[in-house]
């Protein structure tokens, strides 16, 4: 199937909003209008051979011309483009006294062409730009008015006189116009759409943090079920960081799935939680209405990155078929779009460039990916967040020695100062001797007892052993304070 | 009897196979959870792009108090890498801390790859004909690279 019919029918079929089936990028329309752009390169006499043959021409450099190289370079028949107001143009050097075109491929008709433009722009007095720096234009002011418009290059010492003939494209012109607002409405919605599911993310949050709350003065009763709860979401949140459904953050990868890579993770993410019956298992109904919640969330999320990547497939491939048809290079659209919307390229490799054609899919992801880490996921801590640095078990009974925001457990701070390792294994100051019972963390200690009563029992158990292994050597009591 | 392995270990070699680092693998055998095969890609623009480079890595009994001990397997020719394929590296040695860990230490190797340095020497030789004549021994280093470090088909 033809990607506009692949593409109109997905539209249709999809179910996706009315309003976002609008702002969609119009694959049809435009096409109409690159053949208008091809007419109309005709019509000045420019066929697409000829506009081959002229960028073949300027591609391989000739070494006679060297000095004037960038000059040279500059004649290459692009669409410039003016940064506060975007107007496809063409531009082709011209010989300064005759108006004769100096690009000697040019096709003699089009050649002819050029010069009645020029010597007619010459006529029309008072119309002189100067051209000094022989870089493409980028403070241009366009005239849409006049059909040519002359740059004077003023090189009157160089050996050749030359001058500038920019023929705006009208065509190309309309073909920008209609893209550039099917794009702008994108942004608009994925603006939208990220806000409308922050907000879900942040009520989804509260709901997490009602049915995790660890157990408040006087709600001992409840204790039970509600630890049961809080340690089964811990486990549907760890499954969920261990394979990101949207966005990788790790060495190897580092930027947003594509639709379709998403949405087999999160058919593998349903699938494990049915497998373990983590849903069914849930004590309180709010809980499981909350875990609901949450896997609606992640299916909206994949919805808005599936139009919106879409729509980007559709512009990278419009964008492509302009360039084979027209011979103009349509990345100049892409680049100026690109500035408008940095959104656009958030996963693209080099500048300017689309990598995985994502569009606004890929900031989506990255954004809400992280809303939801910092949102939802937060709220129940997994306990490789409270890994001793030195052991990898749990900081239990957490020590900070002040030099630094590390939490170590007892044990690696007797062991450090057993050893005579002096130095905070983490920031590197020499704080580590002077650690007594005063270093223990009060806070993370209730922390970790109201997180993570299971595994500070273990740990517990654990040292006290450990204590009285080591009793045969000095005991890490200081006066004032007895920890073990 | 062995003791158990610590839980430290475990999770290091998990997070080692889970998100290995790019240019980088190490593998535990299969009869020793402590020993190591490690493999280096020499780094892209170094002399030593291209090449593959073999280490054995041992996690002593008091680690992480002491460091991981590891030298090159492959040849090469580097002024902190000695003939038997010692490293001169200040994070495996005094300036160790517990809360370095394989990856890290691997990392630092890469690195010391891409950066040679002939003020520290442990190779004295390779040391000096690389402040005596530098573009020689990038060549010499090339040549290795070649020689002995190519990747195993
Ligand atoms: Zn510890
Ligand atoms: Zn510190």
Redesign the interface.
Known sequence: MKFGQEYQQALANEDFPKEWRESAIEYKHLKKCIKKVHKELQSLGLHPDTLRRMSEWVGDSQPEHQDSKDYYSATAPTLSSVPEEFAPQLRVLVDGKTGMPLDATLAPETKSALQKLAKHEMMSAGRRDYLRIPQPPSNHAVRRSSVVSVLTEDIAEEPEDARWVQLPLASAKNFYDMLEPSVQELEVLREAETAKLEEDILDLGDAVENVVQPVREGMEATRKMNYRDLYFWREMFRLYTEKPIFYSG???RRGAFTFTEAKSRLQAYDTKLREIGLLDQMKTPQARLAAQQFLDLNVKILRIMHFQEMNARAMTKILKKFDKRTHLEGNVFLKDIGTKHPALLTNSGKQGQLQSPGGFANSIARDLNAEIASKVLAIVPQPDDW?C?????MAWKPVSLGCCK?VYCIR?II??QD?G?K?C??C?QETVMKADGRNINFEAMEFLQKYFPMETRKRQKENEKAALVREHGEAFVKPGCAIQ | MTAPL???II??TERLQT????GISAQPHDDNARYFDVTVQGPDGSCYEGGVFNLELFLPDDY??TPPRIRFLTRIYHPNIDRLGRICLDVLKNNW????QIRTILLSIQALLGAPNPEDPLNEAVAKQWKDNQAEAIKNAREWTKLYAQPKE
């Open positions: 790790t060495e190897a890994d640095p030195v052991c990898y078990s590390s690696c062991k450090l050893e390792m130095r294994p983490v590197n | 610590p839980k430290r999770k290091e998100e290995p680092v790019p992480p108090m801390s517990p809360a370095l």
